[in-house]
Nanobody, 120 residues
Framework: QVQLRESGGGSVQVGGSLRLSCTASGSIGSINAVAWHRQVPGRQRELVAQ????????TYADSVKGRFTISRDAAKNTVYLEMNGLKPEDTAVYYCRITASDGDSQYGYWGQGTQVTVSL
C-alpha cells in the first residue's frame, strides 16, 4: 500500500521560508508527475507546483512563481517544496500528490496535508 508522508509545515512570519517534504513508501510504480497543491477552508484545492518527471517540465501557479521551487530526490522517493518570501495569502494546508503508472494502470496518491501559516 502506497503512503505519502508530509512534513515541514509550521508557522512563520511574513518573508520567512519553509521547506515541505513528501516521502512515498510502498510499491509506487513509475512516477509520472509530482506536485504540491494547497487548500484554504471554503475554497477549492489549487495547484501550486508540478514536475513532470520524464520531461522535467515544471509548472508553477502565478502567485508563487519566483518564490517557490519544487524538486525531487528520486533515490529517496521524496518531493520537496522550497517556499521563500512567504506571504499571509500562502497560508493553507499543503498536499503533495504523486501520479504513477504500473503497466497500463495509472494511480494518483495524496498526502495527508501539512499546515502552513504565515503571519504578520
Amino acid at each position: 500500500q502506497v503512503q505519502l508522508r508530509e512534513s515541514g509545515g509550521g508557522s512563520v512570519q511574513v518573508g520567512g521560508s519553509l521547506r515541505l517534504s513528501c516521502t512515498a513508501s510502498g510499491s509506487i510504480g513509475s512516477i509520472n508527475a509530482v506536485a504540491w497543491h494547497r487548500q484554504v477552508p471554503g475554497r477549492q484545492r489549487e495547484l501550486v507546483a508540478q514536475m513532470l518527471t520524464y520531461a522535467g517540465t515544471l509548472t508553477y501557479a502565478d502567485s508563487v512563481k519566483g518564490r517557490f521551487t519544487i524538486s525531487r530526490d528520486a533515490a529517496k522517493n521524496t518531493v520537496y517544496l522550497e517556499m521563500n518570501g512567504l506571504k499571509p495569502e500562502d497560508t493553507a494546508v499543503y498536499y503533495c500528490r504523486i501520479t504513477a503508472s504500473d503497466g497500463d494502470s495509472q494511480y494518483g496518491y495524496w498526502g495527508q496535508g501539512t499546515q502552513v501559516t504565515v503571519s504578520l
